[in-house]
């Protein structure tokens, strides 16, 4: 069994900065692309930004020159960090993991339980 944990949410003015970290933990053979969603009430869970397990990164163009996507492979963790926040990032973070579990030969997608972010002043 597979878990994604996050963490990192909050409340922070506007240009202020968060850092999301997001954990993988469990029975997991290896993971391919690890990325950050976003969804506020009433839209579409959206993608913010995704790191391949080679490094190859892609971003929202909302978040371009703002954010940064990062992991740690040997610690399964995923990171965010997100400066110059304005309130139209104000949302629920999700990490989602593609992830070959131990004993399996296909890779399933993962998701953690969110976590809020809110810009606010």
């Known amino acids: 069994q597979v878990q994604l944990v996050e963490s990192g949410g909050g409340l922070v003015q506007p240009g202020g900065s968060l850092r999301l970290s997001c954990a993988a933990s469990?029975?997991?053979?290896?993971?391919?692309?690890m990325g950050w969603y976003r969804q506020v009430p009433g839209k579409q869970r959206e993608p913010a930004a995704v790191?391949?397990?080679?490094?190859?990164?892609n971003y929202a163009d909302s978040v371009k020159g703002r954010f940064t996507i990062s992991r740690d492979n040997a610690k399964n963790t995923v990171y965010l960090q997100m400066n110059s926040l304005k309130p139209e990032d104000t949302a629920v973070y999700y990490c989602?993991?593609?992830?070959?579990?131990?004993?399996?030969?296909?890779?399933?997608?993962?998701w953690g339980q969110g976590t809020q972010v809110t810009v606010s002043s």
């Open positions: 790191i391949h397990s080679g490094g190859i990164t």
């Open positions: 989602k993991a593609d992830v070959r579990p131990s004993g399996s030969s296909w890779y399933w997608d993962y």
């Open positions: 469990g029975s997991i053979f290896s993971i391919n692309a």
